[in-house]
């Protein structure tokens, strides 16, 4: 049963109605003419209004008709039950969103706190809505071998995605060639590498080291050795310290070399590091292209602290009776020595041979002049050698001349010695003084050039020393089977010569590096 309640006009030919309950609903019709008034109109018609009531379901629906053609439909109120409900699809307001994350973040919080990390440093950084993301996050650094110490050391890669940061970086390093094997210490060294872009900050770094002549094989063990070097910006540090080292004769063919085996040079300020380390070795009497040499055969001597270091150890070389005259000729021979910890090395080694063959305070010093590696060789093979000497018949007088004129023993390969003291013996036919005389004898190749020689000189039935025979080129030997008489000043000790390291080379080429710039450096 419908029940259509109508509100009518008073106005002929014109019925308005509304349908406003529903089907199969019982209800209690009242109408009620609660009033009827006229609303005076331009025209002078009237315009007659009425309202009345209708009850269903005790609901009350009220309805007002305005005598009009076209006027708006009446308005129908819900009861004061149905106007106080809310829609479902309202949305939240600003305050109940931050409320929102307040609370979601110290939920990260809580867990972060419960497994060991210390979240102090992730206020504003921007970090996983729920526990369970941030937790998948920590696993994902777990499974590259980061510890909970590890994170807390960095707190910030927490900031990470794993999607968007972390798997492209270590997709593109893997591709270059780093090893997985050496992630683990490569993100600990430099863990900021997660939040960098691939194609932005590091592809630019891997191609600037290719244009600095590294073999791409060799990119990998780059990065591998110094992860940092992806964090600089080309036109920074490490362009300034390639172009000054350049400057100061490093040949560019060589610059390839000399960074895939030390790349940290590339980190180094060359007003505060480089450049005050060239100038000490040149201080010391070091020629400028000489400490180039160096650098290129050994770049890591960059690397000793001038101040912690390199000056403390020349001061322990002086104090050990090296002169200052010998002190460049002693770093070029052993550049380490300027950077290890040599003053107990050279207490250790003066003891040991005063105690072996009784080798006084002067004489230390002339040794370490002679061969500054003696400061690092062990106890064993030092008197290993001294014995094989006493035990072909020399005295510890003998001994301690040979070692002071050629330390060098103390280091050669005991068949080598044995080898040429029997030739030396058996087919020169010679007095051990000779040895004493020229103990560097035995440095020289028995096949390559004892042999040859000696029976050269044999057949010409001449009778010279042992640093005649021995101490010159090819060359210069040609020239001495040529003499008449043997030239007594050129029977000298073999010593280190300075020019092999400042040999020009016609591949240089000038740098544009200036020493002006380095002030702001």
């Known amino acids: 049963m419908t029940i259509v309640s109508y509100a009518g006009i008073t106005r002929p030919s014109f019925l308005l109605a509304h349908p406003e309950l529903p089907v199969l609903v019982y209800c209690k019709l009242q109408l009620n003419n609660l009033s009827t008034f006229r609303i005076p109109s331009n025209d002078m018609k009237r315009t007659e209004v009425t309202r009345f009531r209708c009850y269903v379901a005790e609901r009350t629906f009220e309805s007002t008709s305005v005598g009009s053609p076209l006027s708006n439909t009446g308005d129908v109120r819900l009861g004061r039950k149905q106007r106080s409900s809310s829609s479902l699809y309202s949305r939240p307001s600003l305050l109940e969103i931050k409320n929102e994350k307040i609370t979601n973040r110290a939920k990260v919080y809580e867990f972060l706190r419960g497994i060991g990390i210390v979240p102090d440093e992730l206020d504003g950084l921007e970090l996983p809505v729920t526990a369970e993301v941030m937790r998948e996050r920590v696993d994902f650094l777990h499974k590259l071998g980061l510890t909970i110490e590890d994170i807390n050391n960095y707190p910030l890669v927490l900031g990470c995605s794993v999607k968007k940061n972390m798997i ?207 400061v690092s060789l062990s106890r064993i093979p030092i008197v290993k050698h001294v014995d094989f000497l006493k035990d072909r018949g020399f005295s510890l007088q003998q001994v301690r001349a040979m070692v002071v004129g050629c330390p060098q023993l103390l280091a050669l390969n005991l068949d080598i010695l044995k080898r040429s003291f029997d030739y030396f013996q058996v087919e020169m036919e010679r ?91």
């Open 431 to 521: 007095p051990l003084d000779d040895l004493v005389s020229f103990p560097a004898f035995f440095t020289y190749g028995l096949e390559s050039t004892i042999k040859p020689r000696h029976k050269r000189v044999a057949k010409k039935g001449m009778k010279c020393s042992l640093s005649w025979l021995l101490n010159c080129s090819d060359e210069k030997f040609e020239q001495r089977m040529e003499y008449d008489t043997i030239d007594m000043e050129e029977m000298e000790m073999p010593s280190f010569d300075m020019n092999t390291l400042t040999e020009p080379r016609s591949d240089d080429s000038a740098s544009g590096y200036d020493d002006s710039d380095d002030e702001h450096i």
């Open 168 to 374: 492209p970086v270590l997709d593109y390093l893997g591709k270059l060639g780093v090893r997985k094997s050496t992630f683990t210490e490569f993100l600990r060294r430099y863990p900021q590498v997660l939040h960098a872009s691939v194609v932005v900050d590091l592809d630019p770094v891997v191609k600037y080291l290719q244009g600095m002549d590294i073999k791409p094989n060799d990119i990998p063990r780059v990065l591998e050795r110094y992860p940092e070097v992806l964090g600089f910006k080309l036109e920074g540090t490490m362009s300034t310290s390639v172009a000054y080292l350049v400057g100061i004769g490093v040949a560019r063919r060589e610059l390839g070399g000399v960074l895939t085996r030390y790349p940290e040079i590339l980190g180094m300020r060359v007003g505060r590091v480089i450049k005050p380390f060239v100038e000490y070795l040149e201080s010391l009497g070091i020629p400028r292209l000489a400490v180039a040499r160096l650098i290129e055969k050994r770049p890591h001597i960059l690397g000793f602290g001038l101040e912690e270091q390199v000056k403390p150890n020349v001061g322990s070389l002086l104090e050990f009776n090296v002169r200052k005259s010998a002190l460049p000729s002693v770093v070029a021979q052993y550049p380490e020595i300027i950077g290890i910890e040599l003053k107990e090395k050279l207490l250790g080694q003066q003891c040991l041979l005063h105690s072996v063959i009784d080798l006084g305070p002067e004489d230390f010093g002339r040794v370490v002049e002679k061969m500054p590696q003696v």
